[in-house]
């Protein structure tokens, strides 16, 4: 059996593919979560700091995510480099508490962006800004990027 097709009707075939190709795509389905939630896991991160195991801390965050830490120069990208910096964050014993917090949710995302301060166990401060961006991964909320950076002006 052969099949003939004219040219316009390939055309309009091709057009309608591209106005109507969100009817062909996947869609996603968003996990429903709230600010509440997504507060909760700076907690649930804040917890893992207080073990004082950066395997534990590392667990927070996805395979593909970057960390940019508040005392360290460089990126952290992989997971043997962010329990590197753990590793020696946690030696101060810091215990974080946020200040001012600025939560957005999308589909499947979240950011919880502001200042937060830690307390150290020498019993110094160190105030600094952060972004947490998160990403649902059908199972749990995984960080997949955390910039942090001390004040400019200082505590």
Request: aromatic share 10%.
């Amino acid at each position: 059996m052969r099949i003939s097709v004219s040219r316009p009707a390939v055309v309009v075939a091709m057009v309608a593919a591209v106005v109507h190709g969100g009817a062909f795509a996947r869609s996603e389905v968003c996990h429903s979560t709230s600010e509440k939630q997504i507060a909760a896991l700076f907690d649930r991160w804040n917890d893992s700091l207080k073990t004082g195991d950066p395997q534990k801390v590392v667990a927070n965050y996805a395979p593909q995510s970057i960390l940019l830490p508040t005392v360290s120069n460089k990126p952290r990208l992989t997971a043997d480099e962010k329990l590197d910096y753990f590793k020696h964050f946690l030696e101060s014993k810091p215990v974080g508490t946020i200040d001012f917090r600025d939560i957005m949710i999308e589909c499947n995302t979240a950011i919880d962006a502001g200042i937060y301060t830690f307390k150290l166990g020498d019993g110094s401060v160190v105030k600094a800004r952060y972004t947490f961006t998160y990403a649902w991964n059908g199972h749990k909320w995984l960080i997949t990027s955390h910039h942090s950076s001390k004040m400019p002006e200082g505590n």
